[in-house]
């Protein structure tokens, strides 16, 4: 089935630890994104790619790693996780060219830092 | 501070009645999505609206865009149970999406 599957679906974490939240899509899509998302603030972009081997930052993507070494995989890493990292990520992805960034999302990855 | 702000932030309605969430920005957009969330799950993509005025209907499910492109509207016509979820609107421009922060609709039964 096409779509975008990330791992783990859930982590708790201890703070100061390094995690990497996986996302791969088989799609074909050029862009892919992270997103994290809180109660009452709606999903904000940490980094985006638009095509493999290309990164972006987003919103907010202090204390966030981001590779794109192939069209399908866009991984996140968080190099020292502190308790304010705790969110649920979706990893998304869109054929952005020539149509208007209409996005898939993943299910989500949820991620408890303690 | 949102890009894009949602209104009413929460909505609960009895099974058969309408409702109408807003989605307001002081920024012209490209385009602007609706996606919906369930609990769990990632958003799904519901429709894009581009052209100013644009109205565009899915089922019992109506939107539409503003003449300037800065705000837009979801409107339900009889709510159902399943019509339960996170709605999230989303603008578009140089290829990325700014989201709303959602507006929660709960349809009773």
């Known amino acids: 089935i096409a779509g975008i599957?990330?791992?783990?679906t859930s982590q708790i974490l201890a703070a100061g630890r390094r995690m990497t939240l996986r996302c791969t899509q088989d799609m074909r899509?050029?862009?892919?994104?992270?997103?994290?998302?809180?109660?009452?603030?709606?999903?904000?972009?940490?980094?985006?790619?638009?095509?493999?081997?290309?990164?972006?930052?987003?919103?907010v993507p202090d204390g966030y790693s981001v590779s794109r070494a192939n069209t399908d995989d866009f991984p996140l890493t968080l190099a020292s996780a502190v308790p304010s990292q705790t969110s649920v990520y979706f990893c998304a992805s869109s054929d952005?060219?020539?149509?208007?960034?209409?996005?898939?999302?993943?299910?989500?990855?949820?991620?408890?830092?303690? | 501070t949102q890009l894009?702000?949602?209104?009413?932030?929460?909505?609960?309605?009895?099974?058969?009645?309408?409702?109408?969430?807003?989605?307001?920005?002081?920024?012209?957009?490209?385009?602007?999505?609706?996606?919906?969330?369930?609990?769990?799950?990632?958003?799904?993509?519901?429709?894009?609206?581009?052209?100013?005025?644009?109205?565009?209907?899915?089922?019992?499910?109506?939107?539409q865009f503003g003449d300037a492109r800065k705000d837009s509207s979801l409107h339900i016509t009889a709510a159902q149970p399943g019509d339960t979820g996170l709605y999230l609107c989303a603008g578009?421009?140089?290829?990325?999406?700014s989201f709303g922060a959602g507006t929660t609709v709960t349809v009773r039964a």
């Not at chain 1, 599957?5 to 783990?8: E, L, R």
């Not at chain 1, 862009?31 to 919103?59: C, V």
Request: hydrophobic content about 30%; proline content about 4%; glycine content about 12%.
């Open chain 1, 5 to 8: 599957t990330q791992a783990p």
């Open chain 1, 96 to 114: 952005s060219v020539g149509g208007y960034n209409e996005q898939f999302f993943g299910p989500g990855t949820r991620l408890t830092v303690l």
């Open chain 2, 4 to 63: 894009l702000e949602q209104s009413p932030q929460f909505l609960s309605i009895q099974e058969g009645e309408n409702l109408t969430v807003y989605c307001n920005s002081s920024s012209v957009f490209s385009s602007l999505q609706w996606y919906r969330q369930e609990p769990g799950e990632g958003p799904v993509l519901l429709v894009t609206v581009v052209t100013g005025g644009e109205v565009k209907k899915l089922k019992r499910l109506t939107f």
């Open chain 1, 29 to 59: 899509h050029n862009a892919m994104y992270w997103y994290r998302q809180d109660l009452g603030l709606g999903l904000r972009l940490i980094h985006y790619s638009n095509t493999a081997g290309t990164t972006g930052k987003g919103e």
């Open chain 2, 92 to 97: 578009s421009n140089d290829y990325k999406l």
